[in-house]
């Protein structure tokens, strides 16, 4: 007998697959051209550096109704298809981000540092308004209507209106960027990048820490403080570009950006555990890095993202290193 979750989680899925079937604009300013497959990060140079036979390894999580840690698969994903969204067009694709696409990156240099920051927040825009999309088909789709209907559309619509909350509060961040790479001499924002021996993992994207949302920030007056963070590998080498903006951000933040700095490999590792298993879901590891964790760490990582996908508190800790030689 299918129960009433499992046809949830069937519809869901349906609807995610609609959703991700539909067309896109290209998020560039007021561009009306259709997106194509953006890559987050560099197919060759940076996802080949850390590929086994052209193949990384990602998460993919697959239902709706519950978070169950036996669920969370590691999936071993092509490098034509791993990190990519439908962000831009394939002119703003190609034209916008030349300067990061080279063989040798200036990661000092403040404009290339905002161009990965920026794709990165236009990444977390999309897969936001992706979102909306899939829970808008679960509200529209007949069958729904013939489950506890009450109940999961308060939820559904719960959703969306929080990921619209979102939405709108990255845009406030997209237009500053936009009109920076346009040419504004003013610096919204600030970078702080560090250098490390090659590990195997990429990762980009923005994270709130907010434990407690003050009235100005629920009301929308003011964007919530985010951190934006890139992990970029090269053969040798992972380059870390995290910052904030200037006005938009806090104690924490400031002191997370700060704290990457003069790592031990060890504690290099803890930092890159949290990151991936608390704050951010747009990463991808090495089959090399993946092959290695132990059973134990890869268990303690779902079991900690399955109770905590919805937490984003700061203070929040991880006690395991995934990265863990044994
Ligand atoms: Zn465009």
Known sequence: ????????????????????KEPYKCLFKECNANSIKSHLLQKNGVLSSIAVKKHVVTMYYPDFTKVDEDKIEFKKTGINNAMTYPLFCSTHDTDLFSSIE???????????????????????IRKKQRNVRIYERLLDSPRMNIL???????ILLQQI?????GISDMLRYKRLMENEIG??????????????????????AIFSPVDIITSAKATQLEPLNNVLINI???KSSIHIVIGY???????????????????????????????IAA?????????????????KNLKQFKKYWSENVQNLSPSQRINFNLFAEV
Request: hydrophobic share 35%; glycine share 4%.
């Open 1 to 20: 007998m299918v129960t009433n979750l499992q046809l949830i989680d069937e519809l869901f899925l349906h609807a995610r697959k609609k959703a991700f």
């Open 102 to 124: 080279k063989d040798k990156i200036d990661y000092n240099d403040y404009k290339s540092q905002l161009l990965f920051s920026y794709r990165g927040l236009c990444s977390e």
């Open 148 to 154: 506890s209907p009450m109940h999961y559309t308060a």
């Open 161 to 165: 209106s929080g990921f619209k909350q």
């Open 183 to 204: 040419g504004d001499k003013v610096q919204n924002f600030t970078f702080f990048y560090y250098k490390y021996p090659y590990i195997g993992i990429c990762a980009s």
């Open 232 to 234: 970029i590998p090269d």
């Open 245 to 275: 903006h200037k006005k938009y951000n806090d104690t924490w933040i400031v002191d997370y950006a700060k704290s990457w700095n003069d790592l031990s490999a060890l504690q290099l590792q803890y930092m890159l555990t949290d990151l």
């Open 279 to 295: 704050r951010i879901e747009t990463w991808c590891l090495s089959p090399d890095v993946y092959e290695k964790i132990s059973s």
